[in-house]
Every structure is written in structure tokens, then in C-alpha cells.
Nanobody
């Protein structure tokens, strides 16, 4: 498996923005998940293989946008209007089979990037 690498995490104030990238994305459907301390890893967003269909968790809908940059072979997560509750380690993953919303449907994970939103 190709190692996925996330970048773009950091510290931002509430209301601010960050853009995460994951490379390489190849021709896979891709997803973003996050995991806060003491909590289970949860779905954030996913993008179909063609890039024509997107999926979002209710908690981020309208604030986050997932997209694919074919020229750079990356999948990006634009995060706007960030809230303290968005603080977590964010992981990208390649979708293998099944629901886009569950971790078991993904078979290749990045190492994660920390996003911290201060109030």
C-alpha cells in the first residue's frame, strides 16, 4: 500500500480556517475522519472516486469542503468557521468497500495531523 500523508494541521482561533491535504490520492474514493482525545474516530467527509459525489457529517456540513486536486494528486479538506469542538487528530483514508461513513470501509490510513481550535 502507498503511504498516505496528511498536512496542513495546526493551531487556529475559533472562527478561523485551515486547509488539510492528503497525498497521494490516486484514483480512490477518499475520506477524512477525526479523533479527539478519549473519543472514537468519527467520520468527517468523503469524496467519490470520480469526485462528483461528496458526503459530510452533519456537524461539519456547510463549514467543511472536501475536494480533489488531480494535478497535485491530493484530496483536500477546507475547514472554515472552525469551532473548539473541531479539535482532533484528522486522518485521511482510502475507501475500499462499503459505506463511506464507517472506518471499516477504509483500508489505508495516513498518520494523522493535529488540528487545535482555541476559544
Amino acid at each position: 500500500q502507498v503511504q498516505l500523508v496528511e498536512s496542513g494541521g495546526g493551531l487556529v482561533q475559533a472562527g478561523g480556517s485551515l486547509r488539510l491535504s492528503c497525498a497521494p490520492s490516486g484514483l480512490y474514493a477518499m475520506g477524512w475522519f477525526r479523533q479527539a482525545p478519549g473519543k472514537e474516530r468519527e467520520f468527517v467527509a468523503a469524496l467519490s472516486r470520480s469526485g462528483g459525489t461528496t458526503f459530510y457529517a452533519d456537524s461539519v456540513k456547510g463549514r467543511f469542503t472536501i475536494s480533489r486536486d488531480n494535478a497535485k494528486n491530493t484530496v483536500n479538506l477546507q475547514m472554515n468557521s472552525l469551532k473548539p469542538e473541531d479539535t482532533a487528530v484528522y486522518y485521511c483514508a482510502a475507501h475500499y468497500s462499503g459505506s463511506y461513513y464507517t472506518t471499516s470501509s477504509y483500508n489505508n490510513w495516513g498518520q494523522g495531523t493535529q488540528v487545535t481550535v482555541s476559544s
